[in-house]
């Protein structure tokens, strides 16, 4: 395959990247406390000169944590956070829950 033909898949793969990203963030626009992923995208060079090709490639995917707005609910149970933080939940084990983290939460009383 030749290097422009490579250049072209590889800017393609990353834009389906990009738009898998862009399809979960709005899949979750409304879910409670979701934070949107950000596509991290580089410039890669092959050769050098005039002749050299440069072709994005998402490196990473990024996590904007950046202030949600906050809801009232009218229920007394539901917390949400205003800056910088995570609600860590812990199991009846006691020890931390890792999949209940998060910066949106629904609390509710134990059944006695």
Same mark, same amino acid.
């Given at each position: 395959?030749?290097?422009?033909?490579?250049?072209?898949?590889?800017?393609?793969?990353?834009?389906?990247?990009?738009?898998?990203?862009?399809?979960?963030?709005?899949?979750?626009?409304?879910?409670?406390?979701?934070?949107?992923?950000?596509?991290?995208?580089?410039?890669?060079?092959?050769?050098?000169?005039?002749? &050299? @090709?440069?072709?994005?490639?998402?490196?990473? +995917?990024?996590?904007?944590?950046?202030?949600?707005?906050?809801? /009232? %609910? *009218?229920?007394?149970?539901?917390? &949400? @956070?205003?800056?910088?933080?995570?609600?860590? +939940?812990?199991?009846?084990?006691?020890?931390?829950?890792?999949? /209940? %983290? *998060?910066?949106?939460?629904?609390?509710?009383?134990?059944?006695?």
């Amino acid at each position: 395959m030749s290097s422009s033909s490579q250049a072209i898949a590889g800017a393609m793969d990353t834009q389906i990247m990009a738009q898998d990203i862009t399809a979960r963030n709005i899949a979750n626009v409304v879910t409670p406390g979701f934070k949107r992923n950000i596509a991290l995208v580089e410039s890669m060079s092959k050769g050098s000169g005039a002749s &050299g @090709i440069s072709t994005p490639t998402v490196t990473g +995917i990024g996590l904007d944590l950046s202030q949600g707005p906050l809801q /009232a %609910t *009218g229920n007394d149970m539901n917390f &949400g @956070i205003q800056g910088e933080g995570f609600f860590a +939940i812990e199991t009846p084990e006691g020890r931390p829950s890792t999949r /209940a %983290t *998060g910066r949106s939460a629904s609390m509710r009383t134990a059944a006695s």
